[in-house]
């Protein structure tokens, strides 16, 4: 397929356009990852998740540079970028990442959230699968910790960074437990703030909470901290120590035999979003396209059935006919 070749050939123009037509949905782009998908499984992802405006995209870019020293291509995606935090992000996310913009090794895109169900997270994960067939090493994933969005993301992922920043008040307690649980890095970010010994001293006493089985293989969660970013040298350094650490976390998978157990992680994600995609999406289409669902609903006000009994009844017309 020619669009697969140029797609492994790096071409950015193709890429670009595939992930935007899997943002839109468009079946014929489905179709390029039917091709897309057995070459799969080359790149280290690495997603990375914290609150808005907690410096994630600062970080990446500060990652991006750091892996480019050490020969290593990288595909960024930016997911809902546009926070109310920081307001028109994705205009900041373009001027932070210009730097790379010239650079051949480094494939920047930011994906918009759509809302809809499991929409984002599909998309999100065929698009790591082109940056994977354009030969990136590394794919780092950013998305703003809120919701079950991030969560969805995380399932993508060989590490996952989780930033934190200090001075938030009771950081540790407003973050959902699920978060902290898949976190394979902490990074205590602008640690130049005020209050970054007693975040610290905070993450420390939570994982020293955490029932042992909790750490594969025996990896408890490093705590980096970033200093300043204003402050090159300080954030530099930061920076180094951090790859290192994600380095090493990638190391640790690949020697305790814990890679297959994320790929089976994201596998069992994939087939639940292509199912949903494939079977629910077309039969709900159909029922609002004529118009069925409307008189279901009313049905329901009026309570001459429940939810339960309209449900069963349209597996049972609509599974017949797939079966048939
Ligand atoms: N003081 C200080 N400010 C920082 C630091 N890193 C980033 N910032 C600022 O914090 C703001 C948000 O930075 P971003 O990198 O866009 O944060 P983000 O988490 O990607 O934001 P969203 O994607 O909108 O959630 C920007 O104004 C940055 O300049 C830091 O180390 N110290
Ligand atoms: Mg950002």
Redesign the pocket.
Known sequence: MEKVKKIRGGDVRTASRLIRNLEDGMIEARSTIKHIFPLTGRAHVIGLT??????????VDGLVESFRKKEKTVGVL?VD???P??GG?IL??RI?MQRHAEDPGVFVRSLATRGALGGLAKAVGDAIHILDVMGKDKVIV?T?GTGQQEVDIINHSHTVLV?LIPGMGDEIQAIKAGIMEIADIFVI??A??EGSSKLRREIMAMLDMAPPETFAAGWRPPIIR?????EPDG?GKSLEELSATIEKHYQHLVQHNLIGSRVRRKAVVELNEAIRNSVLEPVLNRLVQNGEIEGMIQKLINKETDPYTLAEDVARRYLKECSG
């Open positions: 914290g609150s808005p405006g907690a410096g994630k995209s600062t970080l930016a970028p546009t926070s935090f920081t992000a900041g996310d932070r950013e703003v930033v970010n602008k130049d703030r970033v200093e300043n970013a204003f954030f």
